[in-house]
């Protein structure tokens, strides 16, 4: 028995050993399976978690393994994952591996298996995989809860421009889901009856609430989801370290855009580490750090700034040697002492930055805004600095900074202070000029100074001093004070010679003089004036060297050469400069000016050179001269306008242009044609000599049309063009009918004068008056001698040779007393006319009459060769009216009445002076019927009419020549 | 913000239960109420736009209209219309009551979540006003003899996220706290209208108050 327990005891122990010899002797493949997978989801990573171990390793036993892991979606024959994971595997060791799914997890049922090989190159070949593992099946839909709508993923952050695919369930049954993403739809995926995928490309940045994407069938349900888009993460730029006292590092960096989202991820944090120390801290501030520096005297640092989110880590290193960065801290308590007119001293201290450190310092000396003065110093801790050559009375301001000497890495910033410098007396002498006016027994001196610069000035200038010393009495003086800011005065002086002293004076002091001596005889010779050349920076005029002593030069000039003070200029010039550009601002375009050249002598005394005349900038002339057009002939007329001032236009007057226009069209010789402004055509004579100002037109045709204008050119054009004066040219003989015309009138005037003057002589010769037998001188002869009864004779005491006396038939009597009616009724059918001879009835041609003519009467009514009395044939009614009419009548009769009845014994026949009717007729009256030829007597009678129509009626039209009113009851004889 | 502080204050002495001096009656409280019911409409519409475009489409597209999947422990303004006119003032008044106090603990837990500064202070202003409101109604229920609700301890309600709550899901809920408060806005304003014409006094009773007035 015992030998077969010691028997099994070696076998047991042989076998065991041979177990243990296989098993690290590795001769065989072992079937190695993985086993206990699990695999859990990570919602919020969408990430599928693994875990298994492999429970056939030995004890302690390390084995290099392959682990081939399958991931199928929907179903196992699905797969869409097929990953091998190699590790070293040790014994009892739980294995994890993850996988990332772009599909959230919740929206599909997944199966996972796994099956491994040994993969260490102890264990020889060949090697085959392990079987599978059985599918570990992984369903969140289980774990939803209640709805019919869900969207994963749930508030999702990634970075922008990531592409993320969203999934919606629906539980409802009709799988008709739509998805918007901020209210745009979104194209989907259908993957599985009741799972919708919406890929999205290169998301946004939209806000920072995130993007929402809501999904809805349409039947009032509707949830969503919200992707947080955060923005990539930066790597921090400008990031640099420096010490300004070599205790802290003070590190800065630009941390570029911020990517925190208020409900998903903080802002990225900062960290900086210092690989030398092994050190790190966490960095409060975005932008900055400060670091410790610890005793030990660390002289190499290799920082690493490192930024991250939620999904980023990004880093920076440097590397550098403390004492090359060293910044030191701004200086302090600047002082300025010591300060005068020009010099000022500027103290400052500095923070130690060692034992054994030097600082490099940069002093700016500012004025008026600009720098003015820049200065390097070294110091220690304390610096000074003597700022020289100041301005008095100047505001400064003045500013240090200071770098590290030794290894200069920055400035510090810099520390500035304002300081003043003291006043101090005007440092140079006024610059005066004159003006010397001499005058009968006198000279009136205008004396001009320019203002002190600031810089001269030292101070504001309170009055100038004008020292009058008369060079031939020296014991005269004078002393005018003038307050500033005048910038002149007026003396008048006498004749002498007199020096003047000019000086400024602010509240320190008087400033040095300025002399300049006027004498009595100014000897200023009458100089040519020459025109000056203008170039782009002005006037630029030279003249000749004097031979004498001269001090200097001296140019003047007006400003304003049309005002009144004309605003005088001056340029003083050394005694070796013999030419100069005048400039000013306000030199004006076409006005003229005048430079005036002295050279001043060593007696300080200003003596006329030259004269200098020109435009800045020339223009053509502003007006034409008033053209006077005289000596007028029939071929020829004389044009002049002399009062054409040169001197005041807008540039040089180089000449005229006469313009002609003629009816003909052609061009006189010497002129030329030309085109207006206005497109009209003229001819164009040039005149060249600017003081010609007179022209002669010639050549020119009698009684003809012509139109001149005349306007002056300068270099720039000629005047403006205006109308043109019109001139026409007289007859050729017109002088020689003058020449006759004229005495022939004074000819006959003469003679009518004479007439005038023997007018009585010349009518008793040629038509003496008739005369009046009453006043007949033999009349009262006769009557004192003979009988004193006789009278003149009468007509009816004549007894003329043969009457023919017609009855006037009875229907024709006019009845003078009957009533007024009456007689207008007859005067209707029957004209009142009342003829000096009874005239046969009807008869209408002309009857045998007697007439008494009286030729000095009625020359009119003997030229018609009648009497005056018109026999009108009755059956003519309508001439009669309009010899006169019934009312013009009526008032004959209305007057007769007035003078009541004539008797009849008293007028049997009345004389009536032709006189009064012709006379009296109105110009404007139609007029008479020609008078009907009538075949008189050879002796005309006289008309015969009552003393009350002796004057017609004034507005009587139409009249016969004489009316003879005869009382029908009384004989006609 | 001070216009509405100072409107808020000037309403506040005109609850009957704080001013003692004279005794109106219900009646210039309840108008005071309406007016300031009114007022607080205004102002939310201002509001509620700016927060909606803080949330971003669609909550702020003006035919959004969501399920209440997290809102319905809201109190709802949304009533039957023959329920709401056989309400009597006492249960009218009492249901504006208790929805402000807790609609006003919502809007601060929304308050505290906003994101931005300007946003923060426009709520803040919008809260004092309501608890303006509260108090008004408040003075009305106490010018009327009706007791105020009390809250049963511990059920104070809350506004904060729930974190099982998605994101989008809480933007629903704020949506819908900004609506049903609008709602509630507006139906106070009918309720108080209401109210102000049942508590009008007879004609004679005016003229009697305004001699009264003259003297």
């Known amino acids: 028995m015992a030998v077969f327990a010691v028997f099994q005891t070696t076998f047991l122990l042989a076998l065991l050993s041979w177990r243990t010899y296989q098993s690290e002797a590795l001769s065989e493949p072992l079937p190695l399976t993985p086993e206990s997978l699990k695999v859990s989801i990570n919602s919020t990573q969408q990430c599928l978690h693994l875990q298994w171990s492999v429970h056939s390793l030995a004890y302690h036993q390390e084995l290099k393994m392959v682990f081939q892991i399958e991931i199928s979606r929907f179903n196992t024959s699905n797969v869409i994952w097929v990953e091998n994971y190699s590790t070293t595997v040790k014994w009892k060791q739980v294995l994890h591996w993850s996988w990332e799914s772009e599909l959230p997890l919740e929206c599909a049922t997944h199966f996972v298996r796994i099956r491994s090989m040994v993969d260490d190159a102890r264990i020889p070949e060949p090697r085959s995989w392990s079987s599978w593992s059985s599918w570990e099946e992984v369903d969140e839909q289980n774990s939803l809860g209640h709805g019919t709508l869900f969207v994963f993923p749930k508030d999702k952050l990634v970075e922008e421009g990531s592409n993320v695919t969203i999934c919606s369930i629906s539980r409802s049954y009709q799988n008709n889901v739509s998805c918007l993403l901020e209210g745009v739809q979104m194209r989907g995926e259908q993957l599985d009856p009741n799972v919708s995928a919406f890929h999205l490309n290169n998301v946004p940045f939209i806000r920072e609430t995130g993007t929402n994407i809501f999904c809805t069938t349409g039947r009032g349900d509707g949830t969503g989801t919200v992707l947080f888009v955060s923005k990539v993460l930066e790597e921090p730029r400008d990031f640099s370290c420096e010490t300004p006292d070599f205790k802290t590092l003070h590190c800065t960096w630009d941390p570029g855009r911020d990517t925190g989202l208020p409900k998903r991820q903080p802002s990225q944090s900062y960290t900086l580490f210092e690989s030398f120390s092994g050190k790190k801290i966490l960095c409060e501030h975005k932008n900055w750090c400060n670091w410790h520096i610890a005793q030990d005297s660390q002289e190499m640092y290799n920082f690493t700034l490192t930024t991250e989110n939620y999904l980023r880590k990004r880093g920076v290193n440097i590397l550098f040697n403390l004492t090359h960065r060293v910044r030191p801290m701004t200086p302090f308590n600047v002082v300025f002492k010591n300060i005068s007119d020009t010099n000022a001293t500027m103290t400052w201290q500095v923070h130690s930055i060692g034992n054994y450190s030097t600082l490099f310092c940069q002093i700016e000396l500012h004025g008026e805004g600009k720098v003015i003065q820049q200065h390097n110093v070294s110091i220690k801790v304390n610096g000074n600095y003597l700022l020289s050559e100041l301005e008095p009375d100047t505001q400064y301001m003045a500013q240090v900074r200071c770098g590290d000497a030794n290894h200069f890495w920055k400035w510090s910033e810099w520390i500035g202070k304002n300081f003043s410098t003291l006043e101090a007396a005007p440092s140079e002498a006024p610059d005066v000029w004159r003006n010397v006016k001499s005058e009968p027994g006198y000279q009136t001196v205008t004396l001009f100074w320019k203002p002190l610069s600031k810089s001269h000035a030292n101070e504001k200038i309170l009055f100038y001093n004008v020292v009058i010393e008369n060079l031939d009495e020296p014991s005269k003086l004078q002393l005018h004070s003038i307050p500033a800011p005048a910038n002149g005065t007026k003396l008048t002086l006498d004749q002498c010679s007199y020096q003047i002293h000019v000086t400024a004076n602010n509240s320190v002091g008087t400033s040095p003089a300025s002399v300049i001596v006027v004498s009595g005889d100014t000897g200023n010779k009458e100089v040519e004036e020459e025109r000056v050349n203008v170039t782009e920076d002005g006037f630029s005029m030279s003249w000749k060297p004097q031979p004498g002593d001269v001090t200097g030069y001296v140019v003047e000039w007006c400003d304003h050469p049309r005002d009144l003070p004309c605003d005088l200029q001056w340029e003083k010039l050394g005694p070796n400069t013999t030419s100069t550009v005048i400039s000013s601002d306000a030199f004006t375009p076409g006005v003229r000016y005048n430079f005036r050249i002295y050279g001043i002598s060593t007696k300080r005394i200003a003596y006329l050179l030259e004269q200098k005349t020109g435009y800045s900038q020339e223009l053509a002339p502003s007006d034409n001269p008033q053209v006077v057009m005289s000596n007028l002939t029939s071929h020829s007329f004389t044009l002049s306008w002399k009062d054409y001032s040169t001197e005041s236009q807008p540039g040089f007057i180089r000449g005229y242009h006469v313009y002609l226009k003629s009816k003909e069209g052609q061009c006189h010789p010497g002129f030329e044609k030309a085109i207006l402004p206005d497109d009209s055509v003229s001819c164009k004579y040039k005149i060249y000599n600017p003081e010609q100002k007179t022209f002669v037109v010639e050549n020119l045709q009698p009684e003809s049309f012509y139109e001149f204008f005349v306007t002056p050119y300068t270099s720039v054009g000629e005047g403006p063009l205006d109308a043109f004066t019109k001139v026409t040219t007289p007859d050729e003989h017109s002088h020689l009918l003058i020449r006759i015309i004229l005495p022939t009138v004074f000819c006959v005037l003469l003679i009518m004068i004479i007439c005038y003057l023997n007018s009585q002589w010349m009518k008793e010769k040629c038509y003496p008056d008739i005369p009046d037998p009453y006043k007949s001188s033999v009349l009262s002869l006769i009557k004192s001698k003979e009988n004193p009864r006789l009278t003149i004779m009468s007509v009816k005491d004549c007894i003329p040779d043969a009457i023919e006396v017609i009855n006037k038939p009875e229907g024709s009597k006019i009845q003078f007393l009957g009533s007024r009616n009456s007689l207008t009724d007859t005067e209707i059918t029957q004209p009142a006319y009342l003829y000096l001879l009874p005239t046969e009835k009807n008869s209408s041609g002309p009857g045998p009459c007697i007439c008494f003519e009286n030729f000095t009467y009625n020359q009119a009514a003997s030229n018609s060769g009648c009497c005056g009395h018109v026999p009108v044939p009755l059956e003519a009614p309508s001439q009669l009216g309009l010899l006169t009419s019934p009312e013009n009548l009526l008032k004959v009769l209305e007057n007769m009445n007035s003078l009541g009845e004539i008797p009849a014994g008293e007028t049997t026949l009345n004389y009536v002076s032709q006189l009064v009717l012709p006379l009296s007729r109105d110009k404007d009256s139609l007029p008479t019927d020609p008078p009907v030829p009538a075949l008189c007597s050879e002796y005309k009678m006289q008309m015969a009419i009552p003393l009350g129509l002796a004057s017609p009626p004034p507005n009587e039209k139409s009249s016969v020549s004489s009316v003879t009113l005869l009382d029908q009851g009384e004989p006609h004889h | ?215």
């Open chain 2, 1 to 215: 913000m001070l216009a509405c502080l100072c409107t808020v204050l000037w309403h506040l002495p005109a609850v009957p239960a704080l001013n003692r001096t004279g005794d109106p009656g219900p009646g210039p409280s309840i108008q005071k109420t309406y007016d300031l019911t009114r007022y607080l409409e205004h102002q939310l519409r201002s509001l509620a736009g700016t927060y909606l475009n803080y949330l971003g489409p669609p909550f702020n597209e003006p035919d959004f209209n969501p399920p209440r999947l997290g809102a319905e422990t809201l109190p709802r303004a949304t009533v039957n219309l023959e329920v709401w006119r056989s309400l009597n003032d006492k249960l009218r008044l009492t249901q504006n009551y208790e929805a402000y106090s807790h609609l006003l603990c919502y809007l601060r837990g929304l308050n505290r979540q906003a994101a931005t500064a300007e946003l923060r202070r426009s709520l803040a202003h919008f809260c004092t006003s309501l608890q303006g409101l509260l108090g008004s109604i408040a003075g009305v229920m106490a010018a009327l003899g009706y007791p105020l609700p009390q809250p049963l301890p511990g059920t104070e309600p809350t506004w904060s996220p729930d974190p099982a709550h998605s994101d989008f899901l809480q933007k629903m809920d704020d949506f819908w706290l900004l609506k049903e408060l609008q709602t509630w806005l507006w139906r106070s304003a009918k309720d108080f209208n209401r109210l102000k014409k049942k508590m009008q006094p007879p004609a004679a009773a005016v003229t009697l108050h305004l001699e009264a007035h003259g003297f």
